[in-house]
């Protein structure tokens, strides 16, 4: 158990539809970090938030959008879902200072 | 831009073998990091194992080793007495040092132990 937590493990919506993924890292952890992960293009990094503060973007869609709240928790908003962003969605957090990256459970959504 | 690349999509070893995983990188800075991470059927990332661009020391962590080479941006790893428990998706990362915090990823190896 990597003390990251993302909620629901399952999601399964339609094209168009509106979801959002939440995490919490692990409890000091000042960084948290969005990853996709799907078969085509593999893990790649969306979007990483420090203390609240957007820090920086990858390959993130337009369509998709996150925050970090004040207790550190985050959540990713996907909108107008296509097929193509049926994918594992990982949440990871670090410490201010620290390299390590540790990865919740993932999500896993499904666009029908 | 860096890259990371493994040329091994699939490895298999017998229990109790000892198998090395292969990972080349890509990168213009000398301040950076890497990292195995092993993704079991559970789909959890898990760190495996780290290592510091500064450090000349391979770095271990129990039956785990890697052996960097950095003038040949090489970082493969080393797995001693394999264990059906080490059956996943082994796959290598790359951090810069400073500035954007971001993990780039190879493209995974699929580990089979056979026992």
């Known amino acids: 158990d990597s003390g990251v937590t993302q909620t629901p493990k399952h999601l399964i919506t339609a094209t168009g539809q509106r979801v959002t993924l939440r995490c919490s890292p692990r409890?000091?952890?000042?960084?948290v970090y969005w990853y996709q992960q799907s078969l085509d293009q593999g893990l790649q990094f969306l979007i990483h938030y420090y203390n609240g503060e957007e820090r920086a973007k990858g390959n993130i869609l337009e369509r998709f959008s996150a925050q970090q709240f004040p207790d550190l928790h985050s959540e990713l908003n996907l909108s107008s879902l296509e097929l193509g962003d049926s994918a594992l969605y990982f949440c990871?957090?670090?410490?201010?200072?620290?390299?390590?990256?540790?990865f919740g459970p993932g999500t896993r959504l499904t666009v029908t | 831009a860096q890259t990371v690349t493994q040329s091994q999509p699939e490895m298999s070893v017998q229990e109790a073998e000892t198998v090395t995983l292969s990972c080349t990188y890509d990168?213009?800075?000398?301040?950076?990091?890497l990292f195995w991470y092993k993704q079991p059927p559970s789909r959890q990332m898990i760190l495996v194992i780290r290592q510091e661009a500064y450090k000349q020391q391979n770095a271990t962590e129990n039956r785990f080793s890697v052996n960097f080479q950095k003038a040949a941006k090489s970082f493969s790893l080393k797995i001693s007495d394999s264990q059906l428990g080490d059956a996943a998706m082994y796959f290598c990362a790359y951090k810069v040092g400073q500035g954007a915090q971001k993990l780039v990823f190879g493209q995974g190896t699929r580990l089979t132990i056979n026992p």
């Open positions: 990168t213009s800075e000398s301040d950076y990091y």
């Open positions: 990871a957090s670090s410490a201010g200072i620290s390299y390590e990256q540790y």
């Open positions: 409890s000091g952890d000042l960084s």
